[in-house]
Nanobody, 129 residues
Framework: VQLQAFGGGLVQAGGSLRLSCVASGRTLSSLNMGWFRQAPGKEREFVGATRWSGIDGRTLYAHYTDSVKGRFTISRDNAKNTVYLQMDSLKPEDTAVHYC??????????????????WGQGTQVTVSS
């Protein structure tokens, strides 16, 4: 599985960005997908995770860390095998390098970062106050 993340940039507080993560090698329905971020001088932190049913395509779960609930949404485009992280009402504290991650072998939103097998290269999100 290869992941390519892009879409970061500089935005003012209150603005929006949509990050994309293009997966190749496996279909999205076979993957546990996560988003993480790391700010300078801080530990990598969980942002959100989701998985879709390989049978009927429904969302099995979508879980977000408390600080982004109601502001961030994970979605997908099957035709493009792409996962999106829609980020609204951005705050300066959202500034970080954001990464997408995938695991074909693990299931659930409690999978820690070290449990993911594949990572995108990271994309910088900077929110100015």
């Amino acid at each position: 599985v290869q992941l390519q993340a892009f879409g970061g940039g500089l935005v003012q507080a209150g603005g929006s960005l949509r990050l994309s993560c293009v997966a190749s090698g496996r279909t999205l329905s076979s993957l546990n997908m996560g988003w993480f971020r790391q700010a300078p001088g801080k530990e990598r932190e969980f942002v959100g995770a989701t998985r879709w049913s390989g049978i009927d395509g429904r969302t099995l779960y979508a879980h977000y860390t408390d600080s982004v609930k109601g502001r961030f949404t994970i979605s997908r485009d099957n035709a493009k095998n792409t996962v999106y992280l829609q980020m609204d009402s951005l705050k300066p504290e959202d500034t970080a390098v954001h990464y997408c991650a995938a695991s074909p072998f693990r299931f659930g939103y409690r999978v820690p970062a070290e449990g993911y097998d594949y990572w995108g290269q990271g994309t910088q999100v900077t929110v100015s106050s």
